[in-house]
């Protein structure tokens, strides 16, 4: 319960990665901001769902990120809920994949949007209460692609390099203020957005289903194994922790060794 008092707003987080940060936090105590988009029924159960590992309050935002008024409507619904953000997580993100010659225009501000610009737009809004309160974390779900790159996937590569960049410059802003701000780079995760992501790849590479899960999801991971969601959870809980207090302006692996090679 070492999070308890705390309020932690988590993008993308109704489905995968996000709802295992959110699961995780609310589990030590924090209040949590979940958001992103799917069936509404399924969201409230997972709402609630927080609500009973550890009585702390849970609040949904339907907020769409690629609009920056949006943003600060749910930015503002935390504040007016619990009177600011603690703990900022920026995960929501998509993926399209497409040689670059044939990549949608839209795609591409979508990705972009999304991503990367989002990130920018929650932090700004978020800092000013940190620097009150002389505490705050913010971490970032990047990806490999934030080290490495993969053909087919110019907006992603672009944009979580962004992240990579983003999340060490704020550091360095922030570190005289009590405030954190690091990176978590999963390799390949087995969430919707990978799944969903396999038949535009098998278009792309004129591949099977299996084909592109062995030689092209799994190739460039050593462990031959996906990530799990809830691996990548326990990395931002640590970075919450006070140990973690001088962990800032990193940028984590956990990717099987993909980024070793």
């Known amino acids: 319960m070492f999070l308890k008092g705390k309020t932690a707003l ?3 987080s109704t489905s995968g990665i996000g709802l295992a940060y959110a699961k995780a936090l609310a589990a030590e105590g924090a209040n949590i901001v979940i958001n992103g988009f799917g069936d509404a029924d399924d969201i409230e159960a997972e709402r609630k769902a927080l609500e009973t590992l550890n009585g702390a309050k849970a609040i949904y ?27 900022l997580i920026n995960n929501a993100g998509t993926q399209h994949v497409d040689p670059v010659e044939e990549f949608p225009v839209e795609k591409w501000d979508l990705i972009i949007a999304l991503n990367l610009s989002a990130a920018f737009h929650t932090t700004r809004l978020a800092v000013p209460y940190m620097k009150e309160k002389g505490w705050g974390r913010i971490i970032a779900t990047a990806s490999a692609h934030s080290k490495a790159a993969s053909p087919f996937k110019t907006a992603y590569v672009t944009a979580k390099h962004g992240i990579a960049g983003f999340t060490k410059t704020i550091a360095l802003e922030l570190a005289q203020h009590g405030i954190t701000a690091n990176a978590i780079s999963p390799g390949y995760v087995w969430t919707p957005l990978v799944e969903n992501q396999i038949p535009d790849t098998m278009k792309a590479r004129n591949m099977s289903r299996e084909d592109v899960i062995e030689k092209v999801l799994l190739e460039g991971q050593p462990t031959k194994e996906f990530v799990t969601p809830e691996q990548v959870a326990a ?22 060794g993909w980024t070793a090679e």
């Open 61 to 87: 935002s339907d907020a769409d990120l690629t609009k920056p008024e949006k943003i600060e409507e749910m930015m503002k619904q935390a504040a007016d809920e619990f009177g600011g953000v603690d703990i």
């Open 10 to 12: 988590v993008t993308g």
């Open 235 to 256: 990395i931002a809980l640590f970075l919450c922790r006070d140990e973690a207090a001088q962990v800032t302006g990193a940028n984590w692996s956990v990717d099987g």
